[in-house]
């Protein structure tokens, strides 16, 4: 299992078709998102199941806070870190991620309907464990702790299944 930090949008109100420059009218808040992902089933061959390796049960740990939008007036200039038994392994920007929080709103809206309560993990910085080398993955022992500037800090140990 990989570790992933991200920040997370939570709508707040029905939308579809949203235009980017009203995206923030569509936002109730933020939180902290750890998006575990089963590598092995992600990169089997032939192609994968991306999506599978990432909807275990326990693999998309939330919180500790849900933080109201007009708490955050520029989510787009916050630190994010990721601790992997206190050593850190991700250390970014949220300036850094590729789509701006709007953009992603306004094209997933494209998509879908955007429902309230519906929750857009925003995508992880660099310093993934599959990615290093060598490769680093979560063992039972493991404490993840992932904080964002303004939304606090969200600490999962990690526990082998029963």
């Given at each position: 299992?990989?570790?992933?930090?991200e920040?997370?949008?939570?709508?707040?109100?029905?939308?579809?078709?949203?235009?980017?420059?009203q995206?923030?009218?569509?936002?109730?808040g933020?939180?902290?998102?750890?998006?575990?992902?089963a590598?092995?089933?992600?990169?089997?061959?032939?192609?994968?199941?991306?999506?599978a390796?990432?909807?275990?049960?326990?693999f998309?740990?939330?919180?500790p806070?849900?933080?109201?939008?007009d708490?955050?007036?520029?989510?787009?200039?916050?630190?994010?870190?990721?601790?992997?038994?206190?050593?850190?392994?991700?250390?970014?920007?949220?300036?850094?991620?590729?789509?701006?929080?709007?953009?992603l709103?306004?094209?997933?809206?494209?998509?879908?309907?955007?429902?309230?309560?519906?929750?857009?993990?925003?995508?992880?910085?660099?310093?993934?464990?599959?990615?290093?080398k060598?490769?680093?993955f979560?063992?039972?022992g493991?404490?993840?702790?992932?904080?964002?500037?303004?939304?606090?800090?969200?600490?999962?140990?990690?526990?082998?299944?029963d």
């Amino acid at each position: 299992m990989d570790y992933e930090a991200e920040l997370v949008v939570i709508i707040g109100k029905r939308g579809r078709y949203i235009p980017e420059s009203q995206s923030w009218d569509y936002i109730a808040g933020y939180t902290i998102g750890h998006d575990v992902s089963a590598r092995d089933w992600q990169l089997r061959k032939p192609g994968g199941q991306w999506l599978a390796g990432k909807t275990f049960d326990t693999f998309a740990p939330l919180g500790p806070v849900l933080v109201t939008a007009d708490e955050v007036p520029n989510p787009h200039d916050l630190h994010i870190e990721l601790r992997l038994s206190g050593q850190v392994m991700q250390r970014s920007n949220t300036s850094q991620m590729i789509f701006t929080v709007d953009k992603l709103v306004s094209y997933i809206s494209q998509v879908v309907t955007l429902e309230p309560g519906d929750l857009i993990f925003t995508g992880t910085p660099s310093g993934v464990g599959f990615a290093r080398k060598p490769p680093v993955f979560l063992k039972p022992g493991d404490v993840v702790e992932i904080e964002i500037e303004q939304l606090g800090i969200l600490r999962n140990p990690v526990v082998a299944e029963d």
